[in-house]
């Protein structure tokens, strides 16, 4: 599959598996909404595994599935989220902004993050998905978030996300901090 990708330069689908992981054993059985991911970058190891960085680009519905290769081909079709009004997404998106900027900037002062907070997007789909790419959750919980229909339901779920996240990651002592539990 991937060298198809790369030969064609076509994106490939990712879903959430949903049932029927075991080495050998059926095909999964995937979530029926995924993302399109276009890939940016390749490195080929000595084992001949590959390293690969991908861009999800677009939301999509399975249709149907193909078992006929070693992995799940789809039909699919594209889908958007549903109107609305620009308000609601507006309100919201300007909620979550700063929430993701301090999470940002905390996850760097403790360590976990080497990212510039500037570059936080302040549009509301690219926001909304940069904020549910950063947060470390079940899979199942972001997969409920991709099956969003509304940006703004979307937008709220992730600013309910975020003021949790927020008052446990304050919690954490940071780079520059003595860590009282040290026993140095």
Known sequence: M??????????????LIREGVAEYGPLPIPYSVGCTAHITQVQSLENGEFLIVVVGHRRFRILALNEERPYLVGQVEAITHIPESTHHIT???AKLYPLVRQYVELLAKTGG????????PEDAPPLA??????????EQKKQRWL???????LLQ???AAYTEELKLL????T?????????N
């Open 91 to 93: 309100k919201a998106s």
């Open 113 to 120: 993050l080497d990212f510039d907070a500037s570059q936080v």
């Open 170 to 173: 304050r919690l954490m002592p």
């Open 147 to 153: 099956e969003s229909n509304r940006i703004s339901h």
């Open 175 to 183: 780079n520059d901090e003595t860590n009282i539990f040290s026993l």
């Open 157 to 159: 779920l992730l600013i």
């Open 2 to 15: 991937l060298q198809v990708c790369l030969r064609e330069r076509s994106p490939f689908g990712v879903a």
């Open 129 to 138: 998905y940069l904020a549910a790419a950063l947060l470390a959750v079940p």
